[in-house]
């Protein structure tokens, strides 16, 4: 099986998907996330706040994992990684164009590319984990 591959196409085709970072107290904070770019090695690109808690939780702690669920719960991925807030200005505003199509929705959250509550989350997928629940095995990809 190419876990690479059909980790992708899953993450692709997610609506809406879970980030778990880590808090001060070494728990776990999940929350759902919306809105993403995948490029290649599966680095994902995610709107947020920028003073949000888990920006703060990344600061500190840039360990993650993402769980994205097939819309028939048939399978599901998680990819563990680092992620972090993006600084590059130039990209965050050309991304700002491309959630915006994404979502009618996202304009609603920030005034535009230069509101400075508006930032991206680059995540950088270290390790695979695809599951396809019709044959019960897990498959484990390091990148």
């Not at 998907?17 to 999940?30: E, I, L, R």
């Not at 599966?42 to 706040?49: A, F, H, K, S």
């Not at 929705?105 to 230069?114: N, P, T, V």
Request: hydrophobic share 35%.
């Amino acid at each position: 099986m190419d876990v690479k591959k059909k980790a992708t196409e899953l993450v692709k085709s997610c609506g809406v998907f879970m980030m778990a970072t880590v808090d001060g107290s070494n728990c776990p904070q999940m929350r759902p996330m919306s809105g993403k770019v995948v490029q290649d090695n599966l680095v994902i690109l995610m709107p947020t706040y920028s003073g949000s808690r888990k920006i703060h939780q990344l600061q500190k702690n840039q360990q993650c994992q993402l769980v994205f669920t097939a819309q028939d719960f048939s399978s599901w991925t998680s990819l563990t990684g680092k992620a972090s807030l993006m600084t590059d200005q130039k990209k965050t505003h050309q991304l700002f164009e491309e959630f915006n199509k994404q979502s009618p929705e996202f304009g609603k959250h920030f005034k535009g590319s230069d509101d400075p509550n508006y930032g991206v989350v680059e995540f950088s997928t270290k390790l695979i984990e695809f599951n396809d629940f019709s044959s019960h095995q897990p498959y484990v990809l390091e990148l």
